[in-house]
């Protein structure tokens, strides 16, 4: 079963890991639809 | 002609009673969860001023410890204390106590804004005025205060901000106007801090650089910070207010913002401004941050480490006209972020590394040092933040092996030899790559590095105007030697073109003489 | 977590139902993706935000996560995250959502 097709996907991205809008791009291609996405930044 | 970098200033204050009162981790915590074991447990974890001047890594950003230096101390450096490296005063700054930090913020007020009480002003203002930075004009600005009715009344029922120390309010900041939220006492606050801090890294830069005040034209502040009134909430201008009570007096200057990338762009800016010959003497500075104290304060109390984020940090550097003697900033070969790169961390890091090293016709290794973000890893480690310089090395060195500039077994040993260690607050736009410009002069002077890179990035993201993230990078360079004179010269010219002539026609007589 | 962002992700799971979400990480570290992943399925371990006590248990990984990665087009996956599985410690990354993963969600 695909764990991202057809779901509603929340990005909590990271400003030093992998922020909000890369993963945005990798997750649209599985056939997710991304309703919010947000980066955070420690520093 | 490149412009140079004629200096550098590096301040810090040790702020620990601001951490409570101004930290926003702090503030906010006070309003959702006011009787949590958090606020409870906080005060026990605040450093003295003397655990926080023999705290390595501020010894290293006001310049008493070499960053190759530090990086020999095993991490984290919370512990760790070495023989006369708790000094107040550094090669490129100090270190100040927070009573002296407010005396400051009183004189830096033109509004009577901020308000000290009598005793207090008493108590402190000796050892304030002992500072050789704090000159006549700045100590004329000393109010000798008010009255502890005077200082409840503000704080209890006119909104003011109160300034404590040592736990007792000993002064506040009150509202610039009644209704007015952004001159609210608490921006009022942020404000004068800021202004504070870069008042005193101005005077460290004209201590250390030793130019005569009257020879700064520009001044360019790159802090976080917005001034202005509600009609125009970041009207500006912190540079010249800053320039004003340091006695700058024939300077003007702006703000240039972008978070964090906020200083690159100024340096930018600045080294320009002079390689335009639009000034002659440009300076960049930064004041601090209040609401960022004591940010990541929740992990350090969990983990039993002290409040590390309790200091305000401040920094200024000096660019003149090409002098053939100090390291160059190369404005030829930049890197920016742009609209289009995207953010994808391999397209963020080719933007403002390999572009700008592909127009020069240079590979990854020929930069001798890249500062990148130099924060503090003692302080973002426990918060799950990682090592921020070492990801950033990591990053250079990953897309210099896929360049094929670096070799695999190389990749380990890459943050070490063209990386530092962290050693600044994470007070945002200060570790933002202008940490290690100070160092960066001094070790090229001294023949140690011939390149270097400085990286500033910033999360515009935070401000909700844009999802993008920005960054730009410039170099620095051993200066070539070339002087201005040397390069242009009229009388140069004149001569190399006479020569040519009589070669011609000596030439021409013995073509001549042969017919 | 901000504390807007477990704003938002309360919203969703309300508006949308809990089994239908993913919540998809990018922290830089084990540490910090467990901090994160804690929040949206046993409540903000920090109890600062709204979801103190919320025990929404969503589908949680981290971009990193084999889960993730082989869902992916791998040419898009290697232009996003390439250079950040290189850089991060994805072994301590998986080892800390799964942990988490196992003991507080609902919907796997």
């Known amino acids: 079963m695909s764990l991202l097709n057809g779901k509603k996907v929340i990005i909590i991205g990271d400003r030093d890991g992998v922020p909000g809008p890369a993963i945005e791009e990798c997750v649209k291609t599985a056939g997710a639809e991304v309703v919010y996405s947000s980066t955070e930044c420690f520093v | 002609m490149n412009s140079v970098i004629k200096g550098a200033s590096y301040i810090l204050a040790h702020t620990p009673d601001m951490v409570m009162e101004n930290g926003t981790t702090q503030t906010t915590e006070k309003i959702v969860n006011p009787n949590s074991e958090y606020l409870k447990e906080l005060p026990n974890h605040i450093r003295t001023y003397e655990q926080a001047l023999a705290y390595l890594p501020n010894q290293t950003y006001i310049g008493n410890m070499h960053p190759d230096e530090l990086a020999k101390y095993d991490q984290p450096w919370v512990d760790t204390t070495v023989e006369g490296m708790n000094q107040r005063t550094g090669k490129y700054g100090e270190i100040m106590p927070e009573d002296e930090f407010y005396m400051l913020m009183q004189c830096v007020d033109v509004f009577e804004l901020v308000m000290l009480e009598k005793s207090f002003v008493a108590a402190t203002k000796e050892k304030f005025v002992a500072n050789p930075v704090i ?211 391999q397209n963020v890091i080719s933007s403002l590394v390999t572009n700008p090293l592909d127009a020069a016709g240079l590979k990854i290794t020929d930069v001798d040092k890249y500062s990148a973000e130099m924060q503090n890893p003692d302080i973002t480690k426990p918060a799950g933040a990682g090592d921020v310089p070492l990801a950033n090395y990591k990053m250079i060195a990953a897309l210099g092996v896929k360049r094929g500039d670096l070799e695999k077994k190389d990749l380990a040993t890459f943050p070490a030899v063209h990386g530092m260690v962290g050693w600044a607050p994470t007070q945002g736009h200060i570790p933002s790559g202008v940490p290690y410009i100070g160092v960066c002069r001094d070790d090229i002077l001294e023949g140690k590095v011939n390149r270097a890179m400085i990286i500033g990035k910033g999360s515009l993201f935070l401000g909700r105007m844009t999802n993008l993230f920005d960054g730009v990078s410039v170099m620095i360079t051993k200066n070539s030697g070339k002087t201005e004179e040397a390069a242009v010269s009229e009388e140069h010219i004149k001569g190399l073109i006479g020569k040519a002539m009589k070669d011609f026609a000596a030439s021409l007589l013995a073509a001549a003489e042969e017919e | 977590m901000d504390l807007e962002n477990q704003k938002r992700v309360k919203e969703f799971a309300e508006q949308y139902g809990p089994e239908n979400i993913v919540v998809v990480l990018g922290a830089a ?71 988490i993963r196992n003991e507080y969600c609902k919907y796997l």
């Open chain 2, 135 to 345: 000159d006549e004009s700045i100590v004329a600005r000393i109010h000798e205060g008010v009255d502890a009715s005077e200082v409840e009344h503000f704080v209890n029922e006119e909104h003011a901000e109160p300034l404590v120390f040592a736990g007792k309010t000993v002064g506040f900041v009150k509202r610039a106007h009644d209704v007015d939220p952004n001159l609210s006492a608490h921006t009022m606050l942020e404000n004068m801090v800021t202004k504070a801090s870069a008042v005193l890294s101005l005077l460290h830069l004209i201590r250390v650089t030793g130019i005569n005040k009257e020879d700064i034209d520009y001044v360019i502040d790159c802090c976080e910070e917005a001034c202005g009134d509600m009609n125009q909430r970041g009207g500006g201008n912190f540079a010249k207010a800053a320039a004003e009570i340091a006695g700058l007096v024939n300077a003007t200057g702006c703000d240039v913002r972008g978070f964090c990338a906020g200083p690159t762009h100024a340096f930018i800016n600045a080294a320009s401004l002079v390689k335009a010959g639009t000034h002659k003497h440009v300076v960049i500075v930064a004041g601090g941050c209040t609401a960022k104290l004591g940010m990541n304060g929740k992990d350090h109390v969990k983990k039993g480490l002290p409040i590390l984020e309790d200091m305000i940090g401040g920094f200024a550097v000096l660019l003149g006209e090409n002098d053939g003697i100090n390291p160059e900033v190369d404005t030829e070969h930049t890197g920016k972020h742009t609209v289009g790169t995207g953010s994808a961390p």
């Open chain 3, 29 to 99: 570290e084990g540490e910090g993706a467990g901090l994160a992943a804690e929040t949206v399925t046993a409540g903000d371990p920090t109890f600062a935000g709204p979801l103190t006590g919320v025990q929404l248990g969503l589908t949680v990984y981290h971009v990193c996560e084999p889960e993730i990665k082989n869902e992916v087009d791998p040419t898009v996956y290697d232009e996003q995250v390439g250079m950040m599985e290189m850089v991060l410690d994805v072994d301590d990354i998986i080892s800390e959502m799964s942990s």
